[in-house]
């Protein structure tokens, strides 16, 4: 597992739930935070994923 794939898992679900927060209190800001930083998460597990991937395959 690449070092990005755990670092967009933990900013995945930092964001999910600061956008729990924003919706729960009102607060619009928040929630868009939140829902821009899940989504850069996602991605950054994705460059990981791929990282790991091509990792193994030069490796055999």
Partial sequence: MDKDEVKGAAKDAKGSIKEGLGKATG?????????????AGKVQKGV????????????H
């Fill in 27 to 39: 607060n619009d800001r928040m929630a868009a935070e939140g829902a821009a930083e899940r989504v």
């Fill in 48 to 59: 990981g994923s791929l990282k790991d991937a091509a990792n193994k395959t030069l490796k």
